[in-house]
Nanobody, 127 residues
Framework: QEQLVESGGGLVQTGGSLRLSCVVS???????MGWFRQTPGKEREFVGA????????YYSDSVKGRFTVSRDNAKKTVYLQMNSLQPEDTASYYC?????????????????????WGHGTQVTVSS
């Protein structure tokens, strides 16, 4: 059973940046890692994902060009760099690990494809 722990959330002004981190207890080298976010009363929303090799990434249209997912397998850590933050980015952010392989990164948009989840970190963007 993997344990995922997110950190780096906080309060930031519109236009600011934050970098979230997610450490996986057993390591991340065998997983495709994803980031999701959720606000109260809404379904969990896909943000971005990175393949286990680090060679492929995939983003939702709402964050493309502003957010970047990266990983450091040696440090067992995946990152979400968030730039040009907007109030609508306010949410709890979750990292997740998938042990499934799909040739097309598109499939990793679904939360159902992930086996392990962290408990989330809150990001609040003030206007």
């Amino acid at each position: 059973q993997e344990q995922l722990v997110e950190s780096g959330g906080g309060l930031v002004q519109t236009g600011g940046s934050l970098r979230l981190s997610c450490v996986v207890s057993g390591g991340i080298s065998g997983y495709t890692m994803g980031w999701f976010r959720q606000t109260p009363g809404k379904e969990r929303e896909f943000v971005g994902a990175i393949r286990f090799s680090g060679g492929s990434t995939y983003y939702s249209d709402s964050v493309k060009g502003r957010f970047t997912v990266s990983r450091d397998n040696a440090k067992k850590t995946v990152y979400l760099q968030m730039n040009s933050l907007q109030p609508e980015d306010t949410a709890s952010y979750y990292c997740a690990a998938s042990d499934k392989y799909y040739n097309a990164m598109y499939f990793y948009k679904s939360a159902n494809e992930y086996r392990y989840w962290g408990h989330g970190t809150q990001v609040t963007v003030s206007s």
